[in-house]
Every structure is written in C-alpha cells, then in structure tokens.
C-alpha cells in the first residue's frame, strides 16, 4: 500500500513540473511607444512588376495551382512556444512564386491568400495607407454593386484627413455600409523587423485602440502584413493576439500614384488572372482601380464570381 502510495505521488510530481514548464514558456506583453509615419511608403517586394508590360503584373506562362500555394484551409489552434526558437527570417509573399514551405506557414498560423478554391468566390479587400481621394469613390461603386469589401486601415489613415474630409468619417462609412474595417499595422513597416513581442504588439494594438475610438467602430481581427512581408515569428505574433494574416492571390502594381497603370490594360490582366476563391488585394490611393472599379466588378460577375466576406473564409 505504501509503495502503490509512493508512486503516485512521484506522478503527481511530475505532472506538476510539467504544468509549471508549459505555463513558463508564455511571454508576457506589453506596450511600447513608437513614432508613427504621416504617410506609408509603400514598396511592396511580393507585388510584381512587369517593366515591358504597362507596369502590370508579371504573370508566370506555367499555370500556378491554388492547391500548391494553400494546401490546407485546417488551421492548428494558437501555439504556446518560445518565440526565441522560431525563425525571424524575413519573407516576402507571392501569390505567382511563393515556394510551398511559405504557403504551409501560413497554414500553420492561420494565414490566408484564398479561401474555398472550389468556388468562384472573390474577397475583395483595399489597402488604406493613407488618402489620395479615391476612397469615397469606391465605396459608392462598391454601394451601386451590393459588393462588400474589407479595408485595411493604417493609424496615419485613421488620424488624418483630406480636402476638408477626416478619414475617420470614411472608416465611420465603410461600418455603416456594411464592411470590414482590419488591420495594417501603425507605421506601414516590415513586420519581420519586430523581433521583441512588445513592439511588434504595439503596431497592431495601438492601430486598433485609435480605429476602435472612432464612435461606432470596431476593428475586425484581420491583419495585412505591409508589403506582404512576413515571418515565420511575425505570423506567430499575429496568431497570439488573435489576428487572422490576410495576404492575397492576385494583386498588381497599383499603388505608385505618379505611374498609374492604363485602365484598360489593367482590368484585362486583372481578369485574365482571376482565380476561384482569391483574396484580391487593391489600393485604394489607385486612380486606375477608381475608374475601372466599376466594370471590373461587373465583369466579375459576368464571368460567374460572386464576392464574399473575410468572415466567411473556411
């Protein structure tokens, strides 16, 4: 009897030096200030660029499988691990040339560049560096269209205005019309940059407590990494505090204000690459993507598509 005694307190034990272990593997947050850039300088390494072709994007002749960049639409519940053994190596996500090992990341820490694959669904979403006066434009266009979108927001565009119009009434609109308003981030930096936890923290919570100020808003628990740059540790980051990593299946150059893409040539390429269940990443400072909105959309539909919400990923 005491020997069977003996042994179960040993287990008892070690289940506790266990407990203890797991619990002491978490690393606490907190905030730390940083400065916040008036305007985003956007140079997006993973949005391609074809120099002989209008500046549009340049389109692989292999045919890339969704099911090669996306393998699994399963994701594992939020990992508790030392950060100090995941790799900060920083990554530049592309939906033409993304090696497979990238693609499994993003699974892995529920990241997303597509959603059913099955369906000729689009989820249309805009990056809001800041305002070039497009925005209210496209939120009419999208209004004509019973389209919904989802518009990821900086602090810079959150705080400031343009000809007269405070950016917070247009983030106040979008709510009120029924889109998403998310996250991307306060400065608009490589988020692979953020090896501390705090100061990566600071960049989505800080964006989020300014957005969430507005009366009537709330910020949705999605985040674009700027520039589609990411890391294995970023994307973990992300995942902890309760963020889903936005990227996307198609995108093109459309965001150089002073190199504005031909309208025509844009659309064409824009639909000649459209794929079922694509997360399409445009940026609202384009004044191409205003002009061709539009009939870019209804030409989605034309061709089958029907447009759905990040909230209804797999």
Same mark, same amino acid.
């Given at each position: 009897?005491?020997k069977?005694?003996s042994?179960?307190?040993?287990i008892a034990?070690?289940l506790?030096g266990?407990?203890?272990?797991s619990?002491g593997s978490?690393?606490?947050?907190?905030?730390?200030?940083r400065?916040?850039?008036s305007?985003?300088?956007?140079?997006p390494s993973?949005?391609l &660029?074809?120099?002989?072709?209008?500046n549009?994007?340049?389109v692989?002749?292999? &045919?890339?499988?969704? &099911?090669?960049?996306i393998?699994?639409?399963?994701h594992?519940?939020?990992?508790t691990?030392?950060?100090?053994?995941?790799?900060?190596t920083?990554?530049?996500w592309s939906? +033409?040339?993304s090696?497979?090992?990238?693609?499994?990341?993003?699974?892995?820490?529920?990241?997303?560049?597509f959603?059913?694959?099955?369906?000729?669904?689009?989820?249309?979403?805009?990056?809001?560096?800041?305002e070039n006066?497009y925005?209210?434009?496209?939120?009419?266009?999208?209004?004509a269209?019973?389209?919904?979108?989802a518009?990821?927001?900086?602090?810079p565009?959150?705080?400031d205005?343009?000809?007269g119009l405070k950016?917070s009434e +247009?983030i106040?609109?979008?709510?009120?019309e029924?889109?998403?308003?998310?996250?991307?981030s306060?400065?608009?930096?490589s988020?692979?940059s953020f090896l501390?936890e705090?100061?990566?923290d600071? &960049?989505l919570?800080e964006?989020q407590?300014i957005v969430?100020?507005?009366?009537g808003?709330?910020?949705?628990?999605f985040?674009?990494?700027?520039?589609g740059?990411?890391?294995?540790?970023s994307?973990?980051?992300t995942q902890? +505090?309760g963020?889903?990593?936005?990227?996307?299946?198609?995108?093109?150059?459309?965001y150089?204000?002073?190199?504005q893409?031909?309208?025509?040539v844009?659309?064409?390429?824009?639909?000649k690459n459209?794929?079922?269940?694509?997360i399409c990443?445009?940026h609202?400072?384009s004044?191409?993507n205003?002009?061709?909105l539009?009939?870019?959309?209804k030409?989605w539909?034309a061709e089958?598509?029907e447009?759905k919400s990040?909230?209804?990923?797999?």
């Open positions: 009897m005491i069977k005694i042994i179960f307190l040993l034990i070690a506790s266990c407990s203890s272990a619990k978490i690393v606490s947050k907190g905030v730390v200030k400065n916040i850039l305007k985003p300088i956007y140079r993973s949005i &660029e074809d120099r002989g072709s209008n549009l994007l340049n692989s002749s292999k &045919e890339v499988s969704p &099911e090669e960049e393998k699994s639409k399963e594992s519940p939020i990992l691990v030392d950060p100090l053994s995941i790799s900060s920083r990554k530049g939906w +033409l040339y090696p497979k090992s990238e693609a499994a990341l993003l699974s892995k820490y529920q990241g997303f560049a959603g059913d694959i099955s369906k000729k669904d689009i989820y249309l979403t805009f990056d809001e560096g800041y006066g925005t209210p434009s496209i939120l009419d266009t999208l209004k269209n019973g389209v919904k979108a518009f990821f927001v900086t602090t565009f959150a705080t205005s343009f000809n950016n +247009l106040k609109r979008m709510i009120g029924g889109h998403i308003v998310s996250n991307h306060v400065s608009h930096k988020m692979s501390k705090n100061d990566f600071y &960049e919570n964006n407590r969430n100020q507005i009366p808003v709330k910020m949705s628990k985040f674009r990494p700027p520039m740059d990411f890391s294995e540790l994307l973990y980051y902890r +505090l963020y889903k990593s936005i990227f996307f299946a198609l995108a093109y150059l459309d150089d204000i002073n190199n893409p031909n309208p025509e844009a659309k064409a390429n824009l639909l459209s794929r079922p269940g694509m990443l445009l609202a400072v004044k191409t205003a002009e061709i539009d009939s870019l959309i030409a539909k089958g598509y447009f990040l909230d209804e990923l797999p």
